[in-house]
């Protein structure tokens, strides 16, 4: 004898095929609010975290050994960061006392006043050489004009297109803040022009994808990127679900770009959803080291 199963024979007489697909989806919907009330539980969205990173350089000049940057990027206050994850961060990035701090775009999101809310904190940053400012896509889709004067006022110099040498005893670490690579108009060479051969050369460039482009210059040490949030919410085994333009090739992290070092900072705020999941923001401390 023979057994046909169909699909109605998994289902009870007494429940209809539309009460069926209803308690299913009334499960499914539950197994979604589940997952949802857990991320919110689980946010690390208000938690900087220091990073700290070794950068190896061939031939660094001793004076240059154990230099290091502070880097802070994407922090988008209002309306999901709040003002006091950017102190947070600030106090941490000040805590490593570094030769030089910089800031790599994107600073507010949706509300451009909050700029100057913005800058007054992240003025009281402190570093040997000083702090330095570069902008982002967002910036731009507000208003880098304003976003700039207000950086400038609290006197917070903004390098577009621009080189700034940080001497240590007799060498040179040259800083070079590029145009944003989506919104701006970068100009690598007129941003390096100032640079001298011996000089160790670091990039400020908001996307990080941007490094297949940049290190074939040759004379780019590292690169120190943004734009990404890592994801901002990564699932395991997963990772990141989100991947932005020009930041999906290389979205967290430390990596290799031909004879270029790249890293690509998480950033500190929160765009589209008001959560971090295995995603802290991020204050990274590098230091250079010979080898």
């Known amino acids: 004898m023979s057994l046909t199963l169909s699909s109605e024979s998994f289902i009870s007489p007494a429940v209809s ?106 003025s009281r940053l402190n570093a040997h050489h000083g702090v330095y400012v570069t902008l982002g896509n967002h910036d731009y889709w507000t208003n880098a004009a304003v976003i700039k004067q207000a950086f400038e006022k609290e006197r917070l110099p903004v390098l577009v297109n621009q080189g700034v040498p940080l001497s240590q005893g007799s060498n040179t670490v040259f800083l070079g803040g590029l145009d944003d690579g989506w919104s701006g108009h970068p100009d690598l060479e007129r941003t390096l022009e100032g640079a001298y051969p011996g000089d160790v050369v670091m990039l400020l460039c908001h996307e990080p ?41 290389y979205e967290m992290g430390l990596y290799r770009v031909g004879a270029m070092w790249l890293y690509t900072n998480r950033g500190i705020g929160c765009i589209s959803e008001p959560v971090r999941f295995n995603c802290p923001p991020e204050v990274t401390e590098f230091t250079l080291v010979r080898v």
């Open 17 to 122: 095929r539309r009460e069926f697909l209803k308690v299913g989806g009334i499960a499914l919907a539950g197994g979604l609010v589940t997952s949802v009330a857990f991320l919110y539980l689980n946010d690390e969205s208000s938690q900087p975290v220091i990073d700290h990173v070794a950068i190896p350089i061939n031939n660094l000049p001793e004076a240059l050994e154990g230099f290091t940057i502070v880097q802070l990027t994407d922090i988008h206050l209002y309306p999901l960061t709040q003002p006091e994850t950017v102190r947070r961060a600030v106090e941490l990035a000040n805590s490593l006392d570094p030769d030089v701090t910089v800031l790599t775009g994107d600073y507010v999101w949706r509300e451009l006043d909050a700029i100057g809310e913005l800058a007054p904190i992240l």
């Open 209 to 249: 994808d941007l490094a297949d482009r940049y290190h074939k210059d040759g004379r780019i040490a590292l690169q120190l990127s943004g734009h990404t949030h890592a994801g901002q919410i990564r699932l395991p085994g997963i990772g990141a679900v989100v991947h932005p333009y020009l930041g999906k090739k």
